[in-house]
């Protein structure tokens, strides 16, 4: 088993930049890629950005400039900085991990709100 906990979001300002964090423990060696989605109230969940234990990502076309994502794989943490924040981004965002035996953990999501 594989539990990932989120820390960050919150509240701001359209332009503005929130970091999220998220630590996986549990079966840790497990893990392969780590990363995070987004969801809003009546649509699917979708990708932001992954990250795999050797560092290669992949971002949403809709974030890709303005948001980074991060790991260190000691510390057993990916992080998403978010930059250049647009009311569109307003979701909550998911950590996901997935392990080598193809099996997906999610966080318990966190509140992003950018305000107008």
């Known amino acids: 088993q594989v539990q990932l906990v989120e820390s960050g979001g919150g509240l701001v300002q359209a332009g503005g930049s929130l970091g999220l964090s998220c630590v996986a423990s549990?079966?840790?060696?497990?893990?392969?890629?780590m990363g995070w989605y987004r969801q809003v109230p009546g649509k699917q969940r979708e990708l932001v950005a992954r990250i795999t234990r050797g560092g290669n990502t992949n971002y949403a076309d809709s974030v890709k400039g303005r948001f980074t994502i991060s790991r260190d794989n000691a510390k057993n943490t990916v992080y998403l900085q978010m930059n250049s924040l647009k009311p569109e981004d307003t979701a909550v965002y998911s950590c996901?991990?997935?392990?080598?035996?193809?099996?997906?953990?999610w966080g318990q999501g966190t509140q992003v709100t950018v305000s107008s």
């Open positions: 996901w991990g997935n392990t080598l035996d193809n099996r997906d953990y």
């Open positions: 549990g079966s840790i060696f497990r893990i392969n890629a």
